[in-house]
């Protein structure tokens, strides 16, 4: 097991009803700002019952934060927040809410410009506290400090983390995801799939635990993804799934092992350029990726090929290739695409895809930071 | 999935090396208390590595915290504490070290009589803060709130827990526990086993999550617990050891899932009255408890010997009998004995075991707080 510092001190509400009990998790007489996207969750009257259970507290709302949440939009909430002199955010939707307001809360008090805690990385030294109401799992940003931000203007997303930006709370009720549209359950599926695979299928380390943890996971989100879909008001299947996708990417599985993620890097510019859905882009780069790196990633395919795909026949290579096949199976059976044709992107797009990543610093990627800017290129190819 | 509250703020620091940095965690000027065990600190040298990475602060010691902390020997360091205005503790040593520490935190600044925090579970309001250097892995108080404290004078043996007790930090130095004497090595995986089976083996909850993670560290104490023994300093072994003892009790795997604690419970009053290990008392008690309450365990019992044992031939009741045999089997073969005969207690004890039970208030014990006195009887008679 390599070194390794956890730490992770967000407090889980998990359960029907568990709304109710924010009054005792915001800091008494707090100016608390509500930040939202669009109006699923009043159509499905969560902000109500969010308002109902804070209506001993002075509130104030900023709605609108959209999927891969905006520099641009997020700066309107700090001038209101700015303005108001809030002292607690509360984050009510998914991981574009909750990831928009980690940059809400760490740009209110920041000096300078803002927008230099994500291009230059600026240090944080101090974030206003928030607590969030999750009702689409798929991200983990409820019980992490880390958060992903694209401006607009410039083409660019970037991530940051800070150990300020844990929320104080998190709310996961299960009943509030039976209203999600298929699409978006689907793709939270993929994402905690492969949030675990990016902290998992690396090469071996000598971490059993987080093996098995994460083979846990996947077995779990394989079982339970697609009844889902199937059965959207099954509470069992909800709670396990809305579980899964936090311990996907709270710290737990990615501590002590080495970590990829080079496909979400490659992912991001595909959002960026060409807008599709942050898990459609997973879907398409890993079956890519895992087949172009399997050399390097070996020992562990054969593993997640046994253990996860129980893949037993055939020689090693046979069984590689299936493993990546049931992968991808997996994404499509969810109604996933993962071809980039799939998504009208053709092969002359690449070269712009390729040049993002340079831009961005992106040239040696991957659990042993040598992932070049070619390797990349061939993905993308594969993808096709 | 159970409705739960899930919070751990204990900073982890795992790896060999990491008491260097332990400097940098504890609140600057701090009046520092370290407190520990016996000689064995000494002699493997960790106390002193620990006095130097803390050369900066003004230090204190507190020795001699014993196997099952008393009550008696604890107020000898609380006054000590009140005296030198301790501002922190540290921990070096085992779960008893640890447990000790946390009811001396809790009653430096108690008022009135701190027995009355076991005996009557008095409101803590404020403790001070501590973190531990463990050199021990088994019981997982280096990541949670509870604790276990023994009063000799009376032969009691009774838990607290409160969320002022997590640790600010734990480290985790696998090399520190290369010179443990085999005993401790291989009481401390039954215990850690044990305490996953306390909060994976009792009825199906719809935690699909919770039995992945659970059956992971079980797998991995059979693959690793006797690995310790043979070659003890393998790193990896030792690693992978002592972090699959923290996540055993962390309160990660219990949450959301009914928790059983009867096993523990008969297995105080063995140590109280008779001395015996707390490892050892679980290795007695657990056997003859999954036995006794097969039907209501039938469904997690099946589970369990088909994923933990692979045990898949043979009619439902053989094969929870085999995984019964299975578990007695792997204690013996770490040789911590599974029987009273064992350790020369003979059936004529049972009655005072019951005694101090009914005494204690255990008299409704289990996942359906209804295992009653007779149960703990026929459990102990099981055990003979």
Chains 1, 2 share one sequence.
């Not at 410009?113 to 409820?142: M, Q, Y």
């Not at 009943?175 to 699409?183: A, I």
């Not at 936090?246 to 080495?258: D, E, F, K, S």
């Not at 046994?306 to 990546?324: P, Y």
Request: hydrophobic share 45%; net charge negative; aromatic share 8%.
């Amino acid at each position: 097991m390599q070194n390794f510092t956890f730490y992770n001190p967000t407090r889980i509400l998990f359960g029907a009803g568990r709304i109710a009990n924010l009054a005792r998790e915001v800091p008494s007489g707090a100016r608390v700002l509500i930040t939202y996207g669009g109006g699923s969750i009043v159509r499905a009257g969560t902000l109500a019952e969010v308002r109902n259970a804070l209506k001993d507290f002075t509130l104030f709302e900023f709605a609108g934060i959209e999927p891969n949440p905006s520099y641009e939009t997020l700066m309107q909430a700090v001038e209101l927040a700015r303005r108001e002199r809030i002292d607690f955010l509360l984050a009510v939707g998914g991981g574009s809410v909750i990831d928009g307001t980690k940059f809400i809360a760490a740009a209110i008090p920041f000096t300078g410009d803002p927008w230099n805690i994500l291009a230059k990385r600026a240090r944080i030294v101090s974030a206003v506290p928030f607590g969030s109401v999750l009702t689409l799992p798929a991200t983990g940003s409820e019980m992490n400090n880390g958060a992903v931000i694209t401006r607009r203007a410039s083409n660019d997303k970037l991530a940051f983390m800070h150990d300020l930006l844990f929320p104080r709370f998190s709310v996961l009720d299960p009943t509030k995801t039976y209203t999600l549209p298929p699409r978006q359950v689907a793709n939270g599926v993929v994402d905690a799939f492969v949030h675990v695979i990016e902290q998992y299928l690396t090469y071996p380390a000598d971490a059993k635990v987080q093996d098995r943890f994460a083979e846990g996971l996947l077995l779990t989100l394989i079982e339970d993804g697609p009844k889902a879909l199937q059965e959207p008001e099954n509470y069992a299947v909800r709670g396990t799934l809305m579980w899964t996708a936090t311990l996907a990417l709270n710290g737990l599985i990615g501590a002590g092992v080495p970590n990829d993620w080079a496909t979400h890097m490659l992912g991001h510019e595909l959002t960026v350029l060409h807008g599709l859905d942050h898990a459609q882009t997973l879907a398409v780069v890993l079956p890519a990726m895992l087949h172009e790196r399997r050399s390097e990633k070996r020992d562990k395919l054969l593993q997640y090929a046994e253990r996860v795909w129980e893949l037993r026949e055939g020689d090693e290579e046979e069984r590689i290739d299936q493993a990546i096949a049931c992968t991808r199976q997996f994404f499509e059976s969810l109604h996933v695409p993962t071809r980039l044709s799939d998504y009208g992107i053709k092969k002359d797009a690449i070269p712009a895809l390729v040049a993002q990543l340079k831009r961005h610093g992106m040239v040696a990627l991957g659990e042993h930071n040598n992932f070049s800017l070619d390797g990349s290129r061939r993905v993308y190819e594969l993808a096709a």
